[in-house]
């Protein structure tokens, strides 16, 4: 099962994008309006309290994206990821409503630009744990990033209660074999790819990859696999 999963997560993104082409022509939520199923859940429980940052893996903002909802692929709808919760929301347009969808019924979904699976049961290879993943390089093996927002609190100094704060601690996967690594830095990819090791370690100091904070990791790690699938 461990050694199918990549297989069939190469599948669902292949024909993610077949099937995005094919759709072009009928927009189901265009069709159905506001009586399609996936306007129909429970509305995302908002937060109480003053944050700093924020809940989600990239912005408050809600982009279009497409989503597979109960075996129905809806395109064009409002999305967003709270990488807080590992919850994904639906923005109604109409009236503003945040929906929070169930991730039993949750295929691959795309938010804007960005591409992701939902791993459950079966699904889930060793060193996973069940949730929604990026996918940010789908090759001879697939890197996954794993959005995550931790929660911090503070008694402020000047008596004014509680600061509260939103930071990213995400985390990245090789999947390979149906195994999942975890890498953290660019040296960790040696560690996998033993044999191409010492190309690897020459590829990143030659084109100095480095990455000062969080978010210029994506790139990063991207580059080092593309490099290790043209080799």
């Not at 992701?116 to 390089?137: I, K, M, N, R, S």
């Not at 480095?210 to 210029?216: A, L």
Request: charged share 25%; net charge positive.
């Amino acid at each position: 099962m461990k050694k199918l999963f990549l297989v069939l997560l190469w599948v669902v993104i292949s024909a993610c994008n077949s099937f995005l082409y094919s759709q072009q022509q009928y927009d189901y939520v265009q069709q159905a309006g506001l009586n399609a199923a996936i306007f129909r859940g429970p509305e995302a429980v908002k937060y109480k309290f003053i944050y700093q940052g924020t809940p989600y893996a990239y912005s408050e903002n809600f982009a279009k994206g497409t989503v597979v909802y109960n075996g129905v692929r809806y395109n064009g709808v409002e999305l967003n990821l709270n990488a807080h919760k590992d919850e994904l929301h639906l923005r109604i347009p109409s009236s503003g409503i945040v929906l929070e969808l169930d991730r039993t019924l949750v295929g691959e979904f795309s938010i804007g630009r960005r591409n992701f699976v939902t791993l459950l049961g079966e699904d889930v290879p060793q060193g996973l744990v069940a949730g929604y993943y990026e996918v940010l390089y789908n090759g001879k093996d697939v890197l996954l990033k794993k959005n995550v927002r931790m929660l911090y609190e503070r008694l402020q100094t000047s008596g004014k209660g509680v600061f509260r704060h939103f930071d990213p601690v995400n985390r990245f996967y090789v999947v390979r074999d149906g195994s999942a690594m975890q890498i953290s830095r660019n040296k960790d990819f040696a560690k996998i790819y033993k044999v191409e090791k010492k190309s690897i370690k020459t590829f990143i100091k030659k084109n100095k990859l480095r990455f000062v904070d969080m978010e210029e990791k994506d790139p990063a790690f991207v580059e080092i696999m593309q490099f290790i699938d043209n080799k």
